[in-house]
């Protein structure tokens, strides 16, 4: 069985992040605590690692995974033409629940599945998460959950979806966040909502200023209709189905699953999958 290492106190932690380091430069899983829900990582640049990752949630390359990243200089390795908007918001909410979708480096030398040129990047807070992500670099890491399942809010809840496919888990104590990340597009000229998640629409408009965000998901109060005549038809009521709640990881639109297509639990996951 795969080990399960009680990180919630200094010497844990730092015995734990030394198994899972080590586990994740042999191209194994881990599953390791975020500030939204647990996820699962791997090297972003082992392509055989990624791959392995997306089998053990059953999903496949269409719905890549986001990656992690220990700070925000990492951005300028893996993203170009970067908005001064996303740097306004890297600023403000980093490290924290919102995942950008940026155009990725064409010099990367990495398989996150169909990215369609872009990634989705984020920086959580979570020590645990960060003092891995600075041994090991940029991780791909999505929620740590079977595809159609919750997203695990313990260890526990990660093992018994994932079990023997991951080498090491890193216990944390249980999730501190109920949502996934809130994941914006930021390869356009205004960023545009794919997930909805902790950070509020609300919020990121104090820090946009001028810049437009266009939220799909908002909904906009309207006036109310006029009177119905009465031997009007009566109204067919349609079911729309709705995206899947996230992640964060996730894996990415869990959410967000779709848009530009980004290497986002979160999770990249636009609405229909979660992302850590």
């Known amino acids: ?76 390795g893996l993203a170009t033409a970067v908005p001064s908007y996303a740097r306004d918001l890297i600023k403000a909410f980093w490290p924290g629940a919102l995942t950008l979708v940026l155009k990725a480096q064409r010099s990367l030398m990495w398989d996150l599945g169909e990215t369609n040129g872009t990634v989705a990047v984020r920086m959580p807070q ?83 200023g001028d810049v437009l965000l266009d939220d799909p998901f908002e909904i906009v109060d309207e006036p109310e209709s006029e009177q119905v005549e009465e031997d009007a038809p009566e109204a067919v009521d349609e079911v729309v189905d709705e995206p899947e709640s996230a992640r964060a990881d996730t894996e990415v639109p869990e959410a967000a699953n779709e848009a530009p297509v980004s290497a986002s639990d979160e999770d990249r996951e636009t609405p229909g999958a979660t992302s850590a």
Do not use: H, W
């Not at 069985?1 to 080590?22: H, L, Y």
């Not at 996934?180 to 960023?191: F, G, M, Q, V, Y």
């Open 126 to 208: 979570d020590d645990v998460a960060l003092t891995l992500l600075a041994e090991v670099g940029p991780m791909a890491v999505s929620s740590a959950n079977v595809t159609g399942q919750a997203a695990a809010q313990t260890v526990t809840e990660a093992a018994a979806m994932l079990g023997s496919s991951v080498s090491v888990y890193l216990d944390g104590g249980p999730a501190r966040g109920t949502d996934a990340s809130t994941i914006l597009d930021c390869t356009r000229e205004n960023p545009v909502v794919l997930r909805v998640g902790a950070i509020s629409s609300e919020r990121l408009r104090e820090v946009l």
């Open 1 to 76: 069985m795969s080990p399960v290492i009680d990180c919630t106190s200094d010497a844990g932690r730092d015995d734990g992040v030394a198994q899972a380091t080590e586990a994740v430069q042999r191209g194994e899983l881990v599953v390791l605590p975020t500030d939204t829900v647990y996820g699962i990582g791997a090297d972003a640049f082992d392509a055989e690692a990624v791959a392995a990752l997306l089998a053990a949630k059953g999903r496949g390359r269409e719905m890549p995974p986001p990656v992690l990243v220990p700070n925000p200089r990492t951005v300028d």
